[in-house]
Nanobody, 115 residues
Framework: RVEEFGGGLVQPGGSLRLSCVAS????????ANWYRQTPGKERELVAA????????TYADSVTGRFAIARDNGKNMVYLQMNMLKPEDTGVYYC??????????WGQGTQVTVSS
């Protein structure tokens, strides 16, 4: 399984780092993904690291502000979020995926950007 933590309330322009820790499997062998969901919208992919070539993917709305990174020694993945905007508010989910039967989602962590 995977578990996220690090969400909270932050002012616009501020920063926050989300963490995701994996249990019972080697996270580095899986693709690492951060999604977010806001009320009335579908869950969207925010950032990802591919497990085959190590390539990065970012949503256009967060490019240049967010960064995803692995810490293989700790079996963790992070999402560093800078220059946060109110529209970044939502529940952020970590996902680790190897294939269709090894696909794990966390329970989500709330991020609120508000003054």
């Amino acid at each position: 399984r995977v578990e996220e933590f690090g969400g909270g309330l932050v002012q616009p322009g501020g920063s926050l780092r989300l963490s995701c820790v994996a249990s019972d499997f080697r996270f580095s062998a899986y693709s690492a993904n951060w999604y977010r969901q806001t009320p009335g919208k579908e869950r969207e992919l925010v950032a990802a690291i591919d497990n085959t070539d190590g390539s990065f993917t970012y949503a256009d709305s967060v490019t240049g502000r967010f960064a995803i990174a692995r810490d293989n020694g700790k079996n963790m993945v992070y999402l560093q979020m800078n220059m946060l905007k109110p529209e970044d508010t939502g529940v952020y989910y970590c996902r680790a995926r190897l294939n269709s039967w090894n696909d794990y989602w966390g329970q989500g962590t709330q991020v609120t950007v508000s003054s």
